[in-house]
């Protein structure tokens, strides 16, 4: 079973910087897909990116394309997210998740079946 921590959440101001880190127990999830979504308080978890290992396929939600990029370390079997030009509507917990590879790269959470702790992010006007 692969475990997720993430790390790198914090407060930033708009148009900021932040890089979330989520690091894997085990190195079998270099099969696996990885996602990373978000949830605001009140509204439902939401797609932001997804990356694949064998293929480095990627897929943005369309709300960060641009600003959000996704990546992976293999040596130290970590997925990034880097953040860039934060906006306000930005802040959420982010969930770092994983499933494994197969067909296309899913957007929905229900599609995940590894979820990480979740790590606060704040965006201030």
């Known amino acids: 079973q692969v475990q997720l921590v993430e790390s790198g959440g914090g407060l930033v101001q708009a148009g900021g910087s932040l890089r979330l880190s989520c690091a894997a127990s085990?190195?079998?999830?270099?099969?696996?897909?990885m996602g990373w979504f978000r949830q605001a308080p009140g509204k439902e978890r939401e797609f932001v990116a997804a990356?694949?290992?064998?293929?480095?396929?990627?897929h943005y939600a369309d709300s960060v394309k641009g600003r959000f990029t996704i990546s992976g370390d293999n040596a130290k079997d970590t997925v990034y997210l880097q953040m860039n030009s934060l906006k306000p509507e930005d802040t959420a917990i982010y969930y770092c998740?994983?499933?494994?590879?197969?067909?296309?790269?899913?957007?929905?959470?229900?599609?995940?079946?590894?979820w990480g702790q979740g790590t606060q992010v704040t965006v201030s006007s």
């Open positions: 998740t994983a499933r494994p590879s197969v067909g296309v790269l899913f957007t929905t959470p229900g599609q995940y079946n590894t």
């Open positions: 085990a190195r079998t999830f270099r099969n696996f897909d």
């Open positions: 990356f694949r290992w064998s293929g480095v396929f990627t």
